[in-house]
């Protein structure tokens, strides 16, 4: 007669089920990492290429040869899109993603379809897989955020209330990006608070990165840095990226964390690999798309002074503003206030403001008021894309308040940007905060894409009156 210990069975059960977690948790890896290396896609499509190519063309060797072009261009062009966008993810967005990898690919295989002399991939088949290549980039961005098991896994290294600062706002966010594995820290109290669990100290961090197997590892500590470094090179075959603290900030949230930033990071911006943004590109930018909205935005100037004439006062406001580098100048828009809003001294801009006329809260809401702008990037006293300039009165207080707020004299001020897409008014010396935050991502990845997709991001506000 054989017994079972009541002890053994719960033991046996509790390890089958320890070993179904780990076959699970083991897979999502496996379907993680296909996923965010570009394997995936790059499968769906050259099935979609083979599809596509059979369906349309004329004759098997045809149906070949552009099946071939096809998923030779689009690959490539997903590829290039990841490479470029990769660190401006934050304003590239899903969409960004989606369109630049299959215009791309149009763009090569109408390319090679020309050289070849439209031999293959017709007309028809490059607009088919533009559709369809846009449908599984776009899918495949969105399943690496919405679908948990998807999501990159970031490991944190440090304690303390920065790291703190960061779980919080990965829990809080709305589109949940990033899945925690857990934190590393030689003091462990405390990093069970926020539901984050403590994974053990630095000295067995390799340890625990083969157990977590990571995609990004967070570099938090301020102490033994050395030491991190040297656990992580002895498991670099595991492939995952390394950033600082601040460097996430930008990956995650595009913003960086102004309190936690020193000068060193500005040191960054003038380092040997950091791709340049040419002035000339810039302001070719600028002048190009100037003269556009001017030439578009003409027909409706003796509307919009004709409306604001109904209120007592100028059609236009001139205020001073600073510039680049400090340099004040006077900014021309549409007045939206009464003559005497500010007889008591300078105000900052707010939501509801009551200062602002009926005809000037639609200027506002619709963006119509700073059509007279783009005359200021004509003169070179603005930019298409950068932070708004601010008014000197408020200069002192903020350079008082705020850290490192002046560095954003470090670019020309913009009619929208990056900061004015994420951020609300700025009221009070908290939201200027909030605001230079984004000012500064845009100071370090600005280029002609991203002047390119802010303005295209801005574009859904001017059309629902959006404006802010």
């Known amino acids: 007669m054989t017994t079972v210990e009541a ?7 509790q390890a089958a089920a320890a070993e179904q977690v780990g076959r699970r948790v083991g897979a999502g890896n496996l379907w993680r990492r296909l996923l965010h290396d570009g394997r995936v896609r790059a499968f769906v499509i050259a099935a979609a290429s083979v599809f596509t190519a059979a369906a349309f063309a004329r004759s098997l060797r045809v149906a070949e040869l552009t099946a071939l072009v096809s998923s030779v261009a ?16 934050a304003v590239a967005g899903a969409g960004g993603m989606a369109a630049f990898s299959a215009l791309g690919g149009g763009a090569i295989a109408a390319g090679v379809s020309f050289w070849l002399g439209n031999r293959v991939a017709g007309r028809t088949e490059v607009l088919t897989m533009v559709g369809v290549v846009f449908v599984i980039v776009l899918a495949s961005e969105l399943a690496r955020v919405r679908v948990g098991i998807l999501r990159p896994r970031v490991l944190l290294v440090g304690g303390g209330s920065r790291v703190h600062d960061v779980v919080d706002l990965l829990r809080e966010d709305r589109v949940k990006r990033f899945t925690v594995a857990g934190i590393v820290d030689d003091e462990p109290e ?8 403590w994974l053990g100290p630095v000295n067995r961090l390799d340890m625990t990165m083969e157990e977590q197997k990571p995609d990004i590892v967070v570099v938090a500590a301020e102490r033994g840095r050395p030491e991190v470094f040297t656990h992580l090179a002895s498991v ?4 995952f990226h390394v950033v600082g603290l601040p460097e996430f900030y930008e990956h995650a949230f595009g913003r960086v964390p102004v309190r936690n930033v020193t000068d060193a990071w500005f040191m960054s911006i003038l380092h040997l690999y950091q791709r340049s943004y040419a002035r000339i590109a810039k302001r070719t930018f600028d002048v190009a798309v100037a003269a556009v909205g001017l030439l578009l935005t003409a027909p409706l100037f003796p509307l919009i002074a004709l409306l604001v004439s109904t209120t007592r006062g100028p059609v236009f406001y001139r205020q001073t503003r600073l510039g680049e580098h400090g340099r004040p100048f006077r900014i021309l828009k549409f007045r939206t206030m009464a003559v005497d809003a500010e007889s008591d001294g300078a105000v900052w801009a707010q939501e509801c403001d009551p200062r602002v006329t009926g ?3 639609v200027l506002r809401k619709t963006r119509l008021d700073e059509i007279p702008q783009l005359l200021n ?15 000197p009165e408020f200069h002192a207080m903020l350079e008082e308040q705020v850290p490192f707020w002046s560095r ?8 929208t940007g990056w900061a004015q897409l994420r951020s609300t008014y700025a009221s009070d010396t908290e939201m200027t905060e909030q605001k230079l935050a984004y000012d500064l991502w845009y100071l370090r990845h600005q280029s002609v894409v991203v002047d390119f997709l802010i303005c295209v991001r801005t574009l859904p506000l001017l059309l629902l009156a959006a404006g802010r």
Do not use: K, Y
């Open 359 to 361: 005809v000037g809260l």
């Open 74 to 89: 689009w690959i490539l062009a997903v590829h290039l899109a990841d490479r470029s966008l990769r660190t401006v993810r």
């Open 408 to 415: 954003r004299h470090l670019l020309r001020p913009g009619i």
């Open 7 to 13: 002890t053994d069975v719960t033991l046996d059960l």
């Open 236 to 239: 670099a075959e595991l492939r």
């Open 377 to 391: 990037v004509l003169w070179g006293d603005m930019s298409i894309v950068g932070p708004r300039p601010e008014r």
């Open 190 to 197: 405390g990093a069970g608070e926020n539901g984050v669990a």
